[in-house]
């Protein structure tokens, strides 16, 4: 999946010691060229070109062929039909360019180049203005099926469904309204904790059966093939805000949604309004003092 969205500030993104990447220099030293190029980039610019190699374009279409199986069983059928038109080659990795240009046709929404993990405030205010922060960097080839921080399969197979569709592309750009509005860290951390929870690793009821929406659970075959079996809960504003992240592995705890309108309807209640007295008005806690992560991961 993508690297959650979190607090920046050098966080390590994942654990280290459950990647197989981490433990090849050659893949680190590929992963990071690749990264440090979003350094000091700026918003909305065009991304570089990335020459990707024959091996992370086989990767590309492992996953590729994996992962529309497995969607095709267990994403919704709203996610089902954004995907009949998002930018998703079956032979090999697309440019972020190609990606935004067919985006930007569907939804008006563009990727933006990411390195890792990015701050609140500049991750999800820039959805408010059409932006979504995607990286460029391709998983470990060793585990093409799972990968503990975002890459650009994540990006795409996940995010990239999503911002085809008006319908989720308005949800994003609520996101991004709210987040614009506020300053505080733990206003930022209280959206970015109901983004965590929805975009990424929402569930909703179809036919009295879950099934998945959220951006992470559609970018891992793993976590696609397990999440019926997780600690499904109806959505719960107060409960989710304190529920820790659990940044890898498969996510313990997921909240479900009656249906993607009643998604709608609780996000834009939530969140239409946000300023920097909602968590006093909801009497939700203050996360950073109540321990949460102050940095939860992303992706
Ligand atoms: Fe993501």
């Given at each position: 999946m993508s690297l959650t969205p979190l607090d920046a500030g050098g966080t390590t993104v994942g654990?280290?010691?459950?990647?197989?990447?981490?433990?090849?220099?050659?893949?680190?030293?590929?992963?990071?060229?690749?990264?440090?190029?979003?350094?000091?980039?700026?918003?909305g610019e065009p991304s570089p070109e990335v020459h990707y190699t024959?091996?992370?374009?086989?990767?590309?279409?492992?996953?590729?062929?994996?992962?529309?199986?497995?969607?095709?069983?267990?994403?919704?059928?709203?996610?089902?039909?954004?995907?009949?038109?998002?930018?998703?080659?079956a032979d090999g990795v697309p440019q972020h360019e190609e990606v935004s240009n067919r985006l930007q046709a569907l939804t008006g929404f563009r990727f933006t180049l990411a390195g890792g993990i990015v701050a609140n405030k500049r991750f999800l205010g820039a959805m408010a203005k059409g932006y979504f922060h995607a990286v460029q960097y391709v998983r470990h080839p060793a585990m093409p099926l799972y990968t503990p921080e975002p890459d650009v399969l994540h990006d795409v197979f996940g995010h990239g469904i999503h911002l085809a569709d008006p319908f989720f592309a308005d949800l994003y750009r609520t996101v991004?309204?709210?987040?614009?509005?506020?300053?505080?860290?733990?206003?930022?951390?209280?959206?970015?904790?109901?983004?965590?929870?929805?975009?990424?690793?929402?569930?909703?009821?179809?036919?009295?059966?879950?099934?998945?929406?959220?951006?992470?659970l559609l970018s891992s075959y793993g976590e696609l093939g397990?999440?019926?079996q997780a600690d499904l809960r109806p959505f719960d504003l107060a409960e989710l805000v304190r529920m820790p992240y659990q940044v890898a592995g498969y996510q313990p705890?997921?909240?479900?949604?009656?249906?993607?309108?009643?998604?709608?309807?609780?996000?834009?209640?939530?969140?239409?309004?946000?300023?920097?007295?909602?968590?006093?008005r909801y009497r939700l806690p203050v996360l950073s003092e109540r321990g949460f992560m102050a940095r939860p991961p992303t992706r």
């Open positions: 654990c280290a010691g459950e990647h197989p990447g981490f433990a090849d220099p050659a893949y680190v030293r590929r992963r990071n060229l690749i990264a440090e190029r979003a350094e000091g980039h700026p918003l024959d091996a992370e374009h086989a990767t590309w279409r492992a996953v590729h062929g994996a992962l529309l199986r497995a969607q095709d069983l267990w994403a919704c059928r709203e996610v089902l039909g954004a995907r009949g038109v998002a930018p998703i080659p991004g309204r709210a987040a614009a509005r506020v300053e505080t860290a733990d206003a930022l951390d209280l959206i970015s904790r109901v983004y965590w929870f929805t975009l990424e690793y929402g569930t909703v009821l179809e036919q009295r059966r879950p099934r998945a929406y959220g951006a992470a397990r999440f019926a705890i997921l909240f479900t949604v009656q249906s993607l309108a009643h998604l709608a309807d609780l996000l834009h209640g939530f969140l239409d309004g946000f300023d920097e007295s909602t968590r006093d």
